[in-house]
């Protein structure tokens, strides 16, 4: 840990830098020379002053890309921010950069780049200063835990100096959230304790405590019209005599997305604040975070989004200017997905039909693309574990009456790594930060209790025995169960190296000291907001294990977040993603952090995380192009991954939903198949008697590729398979009778390349054609069966390996496709996904998959359900510059065997 005098060394250094090189970071030699001639004046040791060295270069390489937008252009919003800037006095802006850069240590080239941004964003926005009414809607999407609360934060900042009179940020459903934001923003816009400043008048002092950046200047103040203890209240803002009139400075709410609350705030608004038309004549910027989060008809029925979406139009149609602005990290948003036609889309008054903007996270945010992405840079932060383990403890389909006797192995793993982390990092010097760790495997309140209990007796029977036992020898520790076990997490991940301790120094000189603080914490509805209170830790830092569901998986920021164990069975895309409270950044421990999660759990990920790639790409080139957010709209409900967040909406209320999907440049595959024996057993025959027919429908042609590949097949053919192959309902991206209708009405169809792609088994298998045996190698899959569905793990939710849709190309060909995608796509060097090789003038391509069932790590397959041999199946279509559709049709009585309906519910007690 840094003295305090060293503390005020670093401060300095950064302060210094920032000030001398504001547009790019100094060089080495330039940078030791400033922290050295600054070092003379404060007195500290070596280690110290090397310690301060690394966290500010830390800082200074870190580096953040401006993001790209589509805008409507055939609106009559007019640029407006650039011509004024000369005249705007930026306070609010000003301050907080500072507070970033001499607080938080930001390096002024990551600042500059959030200016640039905010003032994009905000010259989206309608003119403040404009005499005629305006209404404004745009997205701003980001990523998980990466930093979207920093860049609202900034546009609060801009829009207070613009001229925005009254601010609104929707902070979640949850009041711990709610109250996260608030304490953010008192600190980084306000600049006042709002807990301190609005209350009840008589019941205690009201106090004026400036904080964050009202440290650094108060000559102004934001009005606060909500605080940490209270959400909007009428009774605290007539106490305190608040309306709108009365204030010269913004006014800020930030409130839950509850309906009773909303409705109770457009009421005061109105009987305070309107005039004699009902409008009051501010401008209103209303921030929407966790947009997807507020839109339409899935939520249980006293929390219904329907009556929420419909609350924040009625509080926007208050204001004759107003600007609404969703914040979202999910893609694949409800605002986008539930419309049921294009027009009832663009109706929708929150849709973003003004603006989109895509934030680019800096280079220090360790994200899905870092984890599960093609480059995986952190996969190795990732344990993998045992499905099977974990459903003895929390089945698949749990109720909240399960009893809780014990829990799973890893679980206790995973504890115990975090209990020794903590350790390593008291040795690196970052004892005052704050240590978390997540455990989410059931989204039941009673369930998370029962888990804490268990966590609870298990933690203290650990500081026991490292207290009482940690100092005798090591033959005598091994003899001690959970010393034992701490020993063992200890060597199987080389935390010697990680923290330059013996296993002797750090039990019997560090552990004690670094685990006696860890506490658990349930973080829930019935817990309340308090659960997690950082801010009372701020001295020596909060060490605590989570339990939690739903509270943990929407916004909610877990500091200093170690290690997690995650289990959920959730394949909603939105929730998933939600869930992924790991994302973020790492500073000093980007190499300790781990998450165990099972290989399901992980294949969705990467599935996951290349489908919002695909979205996300699609803005970039949409920007060349000149489209629009509404041609982004119709992209993302089009999507075949949508077709899960349609089903999820349309559970409770129909029976059946066709939508339009999107086929066009898609490689769709059969990664989900039921293992009933009958329908395998057809889907063998089917393919078999297909393989039979190639050569005599068409010839046989040679190819780069290892596999074998026939051309000029005909579409009947092609049909008549995927007519008879049958797949899992709940792999909803793959229909077979929906593909092969669209085949068979699209004439741009009539011939196919059929392609048998090759793998790594060293046994001949052998199919039968009509000129003689073909020889091929079977693809090596790891397979996993479970309540009837055979999964095809490891590939993302995929069947093939990525690229085989180069197959038939030539390398000129193929080439080609590489730098075209790269042009349309910078900085995407080395990803190339399977849909920029289906290139417009290739035939359309069938991939025939022979696969070798296998259990992990290539061992031999051991479960009665599934045959050695598995055949699976994919469709390319090309891309030809035109969007083509196939109708598909989702069965929700059939989809809803499969999906655990309630787990998008808060976590309480619902059956």
């Not at 800020?252 to 109105?270: A, R, T």
């Not at 982390?421 to 005052?432: Q, S």
């Not at 599935?607 to 982004?632: C, G, Q, V, W």
């Amino acid at each position: 840990m840094l003295s305090q005098v060293a503390q005020m060394l670093e401060r300095f250094i950064s302060v210094a830098i920032n000030t001398k090189y504001p547009d790019a970071p100094p060089s080495e030699d330039e940078f030791i020379a400033e922290a050295m001639g600054l070092r003379e004046a404060f007195p500290i040791a070596d280690k110290e002053f090397d310690q301060i060295m690394k966290n500010l270069k830390a800082a200074l390489v870190i580096q953040m890309d401006v993001g790209v937008y589509i805008s409507n252009k055939n609106s009559d919003h007019q640029s407006w921010l650039p011509g004024r800037r000369a005249e705007i006095d930026f306070y609010y802006w000003n301050r907080f950069k500072r507070y970033l850069e001499d607080v938080k240590g930001w390096n002024t080239g990551v600042t500059a780049t959030l200016e640039t941004v905010s003032n994009e964003i905000v010259d989206q926005f309608g003119d403040p200063q404009s005499k005629k009414p305006w209404q404004r809607r745009g997205l701003v999407l980001g990523d998980v835990q990466s930093g979207k609360t920093v860049n609202y934060t900034a546009i609060c900042n801009k829009a207070a100096d613009t001229g925005y009179k009254v601010i609104i940020v929707l902070a979640g459903m949850m009041e711990n959230l709610r109250m996260q934001t608030q304490k953010r923003l008192d600190k980084e816009f306000a600049g006042r304790l709002s807990k301190d400043l609005l209350r009840l008048k008589g019941k205690q002092e009201v106090k004026n405590v400036f904080d964050g950046v009202g440290k650094i200047d108060s000559s102004k103040r934001i009005s606060a019209f909500t605080s940490v203890l209270y959400d909007f209240n009428t009774s605290i803002l007539n106490s305190n005599d608040l309306t709108l009139r009365n204030i010269s400075e913004p006014a800020l709410f930030v409130v839950k997305k509850n309906k009773s609350v909303l409705k109770n705030l457009e009421s005061w608004l109105f009987t305070n604040n309107a005039d004699s038309s009902g409008k009051i004549d501010l401008p209103l910027l209303l921030i929407d975070d966790e947009a997807d989060n507020a839109s339409v008809n899935t939520k249980k029925e006293e929390e219904d989004p329907t009556a929420i979406n419909a609350a924040i139009r009625s509080i926007l149609n208050r204001f004759y200017q107003a600007t609404y602005v969703g914040v979202t990290a999910t893609p694949f948003a409800n605002i986008f997905i539930n419309p049921e036609n294009d027009d009832d889309m663009v109706g929708d008054d929150l849709f973003p039909k003004d603006f989109i903007y895509l934030l680019a996270p800096p280079t220090n945010y360790i994200g899905a693309n870092a984890m599960f992405g093609d480059d995986g840079t952190y996969e190795k932060n990732i344990e993998e574990t045992d499905t099977d383990e974990i459903e003895m403890f929390f089945p698949f389909k749990h109720k909240k009456d399960l009893v809780v006797d014990e829990l799973p192995p890893s679980l206790y793993e995973a504890m115990g790594y975090f209990l020794l982390i903590n350790a390593i990092r008291d040795v690196r010097g970052d004892i005052k930060d704050h240590r978390s760790m997540l455990v989410n495997v059931s989204r039941f309140t009673d369930v998370q209790v029962r888990i804490r209990e268990k966590i609870i007796v298990w933690l203290e029977q650990v500081k026991s025995d490292v207290h009482n036992y940690g100092a005798l020898d090591e033959v005598q520790t091994m003899k001690i169960k959970s010393l034992r076990m701490l020993n063992q997490i200890w060597e199987k991940y080389h935390l010697k190296e990680k923290s330059r301790v013996s296993w002797g120094d750090m039990i019997s000189m560090y552990l004690h000291k670094a685990i006696s603080p860890v506490e658990i914490r349930a973080v829930n509805q019935k817990t309340g907001s308090a659960s997690l209170n950082y801010d009372a830790y701020e001295d020596n830092g909060l060490r605590v294990i989570t339990v939690g569901g739903n509270s943990l998986s929407r916004g909610l920021t877990l500091e200093g977040l170690c290690t997690s164990y995650f289990y959920r069975n959730s394949q909603m895309y939105d929730t998933l993603l939600q869930m992924a409270r790991w994302f973020g950044y790492r500073p000093n421990y980007s190499d300790l952090f781990k998450v165990w999660m099972s290989s399901d759990a992980i294949d969705w990920y990467g599935h996951i995380t290349a489908a919002a790639n695909e979205l996300k790409d699609e803005i970039s080139r949409m920007n060349n192009y000149n489209l629009t957010p509404k041609d982004f709209g119709l992209r993302v409900r089009k999507h075949p991954e949508s077709l899960i967040v349609t089903a999820r909406n349309k559970m409770r209320t129909a029976t059946e939903v066709s939508r339009p999907i999107s086929v066009t440049g898609k490689l769709l595959e059969t990664p989900r198949l039921k293992s009933k024996p009958d329908v395998l057993a057809a889907n063998e025959r089917a393919f078999k008697l297909f393989v039979a027919s190639l050569d005599t429908a068409g010839s046989r042609r040679g190819v780069e590729q290892s596999g074998l590949m026939w051309s000029g097949i005909h579409k009947d053919l092609i049909v008549e398979l995927l007519y008879s192959f049958e797949t899992h309902p709940w792999h909803m991206s793959f229909q077979g009778k929906a593909l092969a209708e669209y085949i068979e009405k699209n004439s741009g169809l009539a011939e196919w390349d059929v392609f048998i792609p090759f793998g790594s088994d060293s046994d001949d298998f052998v199919l039968e054609g009509a000129n003689g045996s073909i020889k091929i190698k079977r693809e090596k899959r790891y397979v996993e069966e479970a309540n009837g569905m055979i999964k095809v793990m490891g590939t993302k939710v995929r069947v093939g390996s990525g690229g085989c849709t180069k197959a038939g190309l030539t390398k000129g060909e193929i080439k080609e496709a590489e730098e075209r995608f790269r042009k349309l796509n910078p900085g995407k060097v080395n990803n190339i996904p399977d849909s920029a090789y289906l290139i417009g003038d290739r035939k359309p391509i069938l991939m025939l998959h022979v696969l070798k069932s296998t259990g992990k790590k290539d061992a031999p397959i051991n479960n009665i359900k599934i045959p050695e041999t598995l055949y699976a199946i994919g469709v390319g279509f090309p891309g030809n510059g035109y969007i083509k559709t196939a109708n598909y049709v989702v069965n929700m009585v059939d989809i809803s065997n499969w999906m655990d309906v309630d787990d998008e519910e808060d976590d309480n007690d619902v059956d």
